[in-house]
């Protein structure tokens, strides 16, 4: 979390928190028929039943019955949010303006390996700009971020949204939009013939999925896919502006290079149709992991108008902790010991010793020093065992003839070596 919060403070975003649950109305229809199934709804207090009639309450029909008797429900991105933040808030926001934020957030899904019904989203957003640099900029952080944890070889994919249009324009399926794309993202997961029948069941004509094969079939370099995607989407205006979009995120990450991530052209992918209106993103873990994506994002060009502020644009990603936290821990990247790290424990040898103790390591913490005093008088090797299971480096024996000496008995838990010091020698040392 702090590599994350560090990476973001780079590269110009403030933080920022909005509370853990919305109003529904908030929520409710902007993730799809899949997302408000996965909402998760806050009973009214009191007496919630009191609105709902007799004849409701019969029908036992729930979907009806919901509204009276539930009008928060807890987040289910940060997102959505944030836009209502935006517009509650434009009059003191200076844009662009520039956002992070990492809380929870709630999906009533079914849980398994890395998917959870509470998990924490690390965002950063700009709205305010149309400008593609930040496209450019939030890849870059993407990198850095994977980078600073060690977490070499995630794949960035993108995509954008003008061209999943231009292509649903150029095979005649535009009525077919939501259902076309939508089964189009699933080619990871079911394959080319599980994508093709999906689209068949949602009524999209054979000579539409006979046009889209190319599709299926895409290899090459991010250049060589977009150049054939471009040649496809030949007759759509508004699939070249997306081919073109993705080139300048292309072309600047090149010339500006990245750590060890690497940015990948994926038209198959689609998620968060709809809110995202131009590039889209979402991040592979490094190869031989077997985890969904670890982070994603894109463009949304009017997700504050749905709370009355039009022509607001804006961009962001989010980073998946908790999986990236697994991905982390299956490639054996986290230390064997990961402790807050106190740098010197003191010995309990009783109150008077304590108050000596305290005294030394009050001063210690103003120096920046991560010192603390064992809470109880116990046996020296049980408090000695504990510093060593603790992986603390350094403990400190302050007894009566180092109170009357005004020194400290300094031992290396490593090598057992021992120095009687004064203050500030120990400082010192402990620096």
Request: one cysteine or more; proline letters at 2%; aromatic letters at 10%.
């Amino acid at each position: 979390m702090d590599i994350i919060k560090s990476c973001f403070t780079t590269y110009g975003f403030a933080p920022i928190e909005t509370p853990s649950f919305e109003n529904s109305d908030t929520l409710m229809g902007k993730y799809g028929e899949e997302g408000d199934r996965l909402i998760f709804k806050i009973l009214n207090s009191g007496d919630f039943l009191r609105k709902v009639d007799d004849g409701l309450y019969a029908s036992k029909d729930s979907g009806k019955m919901t509204s009276k008797i539930s009008e928060k429900a807890l987040r289910y991105d940060l997102t959505v949010p944030f836009a209502r933040y935006v517009v509650q808030h434009q009059n003191e926001i200076t844009f662009p303006f520039k956002r992070y934020q990492i809380q929870p957030v709630w999906r009533a899904d079914r849980p398994q390996k890395g998917r959870f019904r509470e998990f924490f989203q690390c965002d950063a957003d700009v709205v305010g700009s149309k400008s593609l640099w930040q496209e450019v900029e939030l890849v870059q952080l993407y990198d850095a971020v994977f980078s600073k944890l060690k977490l070499e070889g995630a794949t960035i994919k993108m995509n954008n949204r003008k061209i999943l249009s231009g292509i649903a324009e150029v095979i005649g399926a535009e009525d077919k939009l939501i259902d076309f794309t939508v089964a189009l993202d699933k080619l990871d997961k079911i394959g080319e013939e599980g994508v093709k029948k999906e689209m068949r069941e949602k009524d999209i004509s054979e000579d539409a999925i006979i046009k889209v094969q190319p599709l299926f079939e895409m290899t090459g370099t991010a250049k060589e896919q977009l150049a054939a995607i471009a040649v496809l989407l030949a007759n759509s205006e508004t699939g070249i502006q997306g081919v073109n979009e993705l080139n300048f995120i292309v072309d600047n990450v090149a010339s500006l290079g990245l750590e060890t991530a690497q940015l990948a052209i994926d038209v198959t992918l689609a998620r968060g149709l709809n809110y995202y209106t131009g590039a889209i993103f979402e991040v592979a873990a490094p190869e031989g992991v077997a985890m969904g994506s670890i982070g994603g994002g894109g463009r949304y060009d009017d997700l504050t108008g749905i709370f009355g502020m039009k022509d607001v644009s804006g961009v962001g990603i989010s980073f998946g902790l908790d999986r990236i936290y697994l991905v982390i821990e299956e490639l054996g990247l986290f230390p064997e010991t990961a402790t807050a790290n106190t740098k010197v424990l003191f010995i309990n040898f009783g109150e008077t010793e304590s108050l000596y103790a305290l005294k030394s390591i009050k001063k210690l913490r103003a120096e920046g020093i991560n010192a603390e005093l064992y809470p109880d008088k116990a046996k020296m090797g049980k408090q000695m065992g504990y510093a060593d299971k603790r992986d603390i480096k350094y403990t400190v024996l302050a007894g009566d003839n180092e109170m009357a000496s005004e020194t400290y008995t300094l031992k290396n838990m490593k090598t057992g070596e021992q120095d009687i010091l004064e203050f500030k020698k120990l400082v010192h040392k402990l620096l």
